[in-house]
Each structure stands twice: as C-alpha cells, then as structure tokens.
C-alpha cells in the first residue's frame, strides 16, 4: 500500500512540474507557437534570456505580429547580453518604428552585438555610419570599412558595397570591390536605396565567387581610407 502511495506521488509531482524551456522548444519544433508562447512566456518573465529572445521572434512573426511585445521581449535579452537581442533593439531606435528613433542608442546595441560577433550588427553598423553622420569626418570612413570587412571576412558579402564606398569613385579599388560580388543586385533598380539581395548561385559559382572575394580582400584592406567621400 505504502509503495502504490509513493507511486501515486511520483507521478503527481511530474504531473505538477513547471514546463522548462526545452518544452518550448519542442512546440517550436512541432510549429504550435500558441503552445510555445504558454511556455516560454513565465520563463521569460522570470528572465530566461533564452525564452526572451524566442518571444521576440515569435511576436516578429505574421502570425503573432505584436511589435511592441517584439520589442519588449529582445530589449529584455539585450539588457542580459544577448547578441541577437542587442541587434534587433538596434534595428528598433534605428528605424524608429516602434519606439522613438535614437540612432545613437542604435549605435550602441549594434556595436555590443557586433564586438560579440554578429556579423549582421557589424554590417547594420556599418551602414549606420555611411548613411548618418555621427562620427568625425576623419573617422568615419575607418569605421565604415572595419565593420564592413570584419562582416566580409565572415562571409557577407552584401559588405563589399559598404567598402567600395570608402575608395575614391570610378578608382580602380572601387571597381574591384564593386565587382566583389556580382550575384548581388538592387531589389528595385529605380532606387538607389533599396536594400540588396543575394541571388542564389549553384555551388560551384558560389565557391568561385567567394575564392574572388577572399583575394580582393588581401590585395586591397591595406589601403587607407580616402580623404574625400565619394558621396559627397
């Protein structure tokens, strides 16, 4: 009797245990986010960086597009040093779509993210600094191509046009950079600001490519920036 007593208790504090992240997870898996965000949500609230960055993603979804919790979720992992989180706040002040825009607080969860080792923070913060002016004149450009090839050097080859930019136009390092990566094309050629894609070559290609982009980097990182912007 005392044995099927012990039984019956086992089985109730299983029954009774808290769901843990990895439960979350396997709804993820099994695409029943409304399961998921039951889970992952006291987990996160309790500070879970894990669960925190899950709800971010999940309420950046179409099927869960609520960018205020979106955001609340990621600033919360961001505020623990999560790198995807730190980006993603960024992208936010950076826009200035679900909260004020603030692109020196953008600058800084992008720089978090990207001495962490995020290539796309280290591109986004690249860009910040090409297209804004919150560097020295002097500065600017160095910054520009440090992030745009520590991103290249990583594999995101979107960042030669970042570093093409630094180099006089029409110069032969322009042209070699800009020739970087010819799979790369504007989404809407009649603007100049769209952001790029990257057509998908076959294997082969790709890995031509890269070799290319690997040689144009020895031949050509040496090189100081310019004193004159291009864009200017």
């Keep these: 009797m005392r044995q099927i007593a012990i039984l019956l208790m086992s089985l109730l504090l299983v029954a009774c245990k808290p769901p843990t992240f990895e439960d979350g997870w396997a709804a993820i898996k099994a695409k029943d986010k409304p399961k998921a965000v039951e889970i992952f949500t006291p987990l996160a609230d309790k500070g879970d960086v894990r669960a925190q960055t899950e709800l971010g993603i999940i309420y950046s979804s179409d099927e869960f597009k609520d960018p205020q919790k ?20 960024g992208n936010a002040y950076s826009e200035g779509k679900v909260v004020e825009k603030n692109l020196g607080y953008a600058e800084q969860r992008y720089l978090t993210a990207a001495k962490g080792g995020l290539v796309g923070a280290m591109r986004a913060l690249s860009t910040l600094y090409q297209q804004n002016n919150l560097l020295s004149y002097s ?64 294997a082969g290609k790709e890995i031509v490519v890269l070799a290319k982009q690997l040689e144009i980097l020895r031949l050509f990182k040496h090189i100081e920036p310019p004193t004159i912007f291009p864009w200017r």
């Design 139 to 202: 500065d600017r450009p160095i910054q520009i191509r440090r992030w745009s090839i520590a991103a290249f050097e990583r594999g995101d080859a979107v960042s030669a046009y970042n570093i093409k930019d630094t180099f006089p136009y029409g110069s032969l390092d322009y042209i070699a950079w800009n020739n970087a990566y010819p799979d790369i094309t504007l989404k809407d050629g009649r603007n100049p600001t769209a952001d790029y894609v990257i057509m998908k070559p076959d």
């Design 70 to 89: 979106s955001f609340k979720y990621y600033k919360l992992a961001a505020d623990q040093g999560q790198m995807w989180g730190n980006y993603m706040v």
